[in-house]
């Protein structure tokens, strides 16, 4: 059992995360039932609410990885709460394949997040950046940057869930075969590109670039597929409600969430770090995949 410098072993890390989620997910759960709003609107209150939870512990530990599990342990909360308001007794095909792509994604993307995790002896470097860098308290970035803008926008972003879980009837059209496909294609795609990551991180040497695999064909395909999971759940909705076409302002969101905010950190941070960076951004790019050069 590895020992950390402040005396967070990974053991107990897990064990004071576990807690703070079902402290989370509970109270999550109370605002959703409580709010008294539409449920897409009330679902965004929970995770607002929910926040509270993991910034005290934050607070606690100082360390706002806390948060870094929240991003896909709240939306499959919400799905659950979303579909009774349905008012088929039994799951419809819709349902079920929104539920399918939706527990595909959390299971994976959480599991990914626990294989990777040293636990609370380490903090992302992107909070760790932020809170040096930024004129505010550090209470106050870890609070509104590191836990509430993402918990906002993932909330827009699961505004779909409504009317894909709880309306429209129960015909299972060719748009749904869409979403379906798109959805698990998504999580697919993250999956092979985080092992690729993953297997590259073991044996590279300092300065290395990752450009095999997918990443020679974007340089953040797993990015890629985490939107284009968001999409799948708008498309869901569209062809359960098509008048709810507006929640497609979540995925919106949760594109420019990438484009404007991690991506360009993450390339900053790249090409401060690793000199072949420069050229490998220049032949490859963003997100949409392209024939390697």
Known sequence: MTEHADGWTRKASFAYVFGVYVAAVALAWLVFELAPWEPHWAV?????????VTFAAGLHTGNGSVFDAWWSVLPPIAALWLTGFSEYAELTARQLAVHVVVWFWAVRLTANWARGWSGLGHEDWRYVDMVETWPAPAWFVRLVPVMLVPA??????????????????????????????????????????????????????????????LWAWSRHPNYLGEILFWVSLWLFALAAAPAWWWTGVGALGIVALFLFASIPMLDERSRARRPAFADYAARTPVLIPRRPR
């Open 44 to 52: 965004v209150a929970g995770f607002v609410a929910s926040v509270a």
């Open 152 to 213: 906002i926008f993932v909330g827009a972003g699961c505004l779909p869930l409504y009317p894909a879980l709880a309306l429209g009837d129960a015909g299972f059209g060719a748009l749904d075969v869409v979403a379906l496909a798109v959805g698990l294609a998504a999580t697919s795609l993250e999956l092979v590109a985080d092992e690729q990551m993953r297997v590259f991180s073991a044996r590279k040497a300092p300065g290395d670039v990752m450009q095999e695999g």
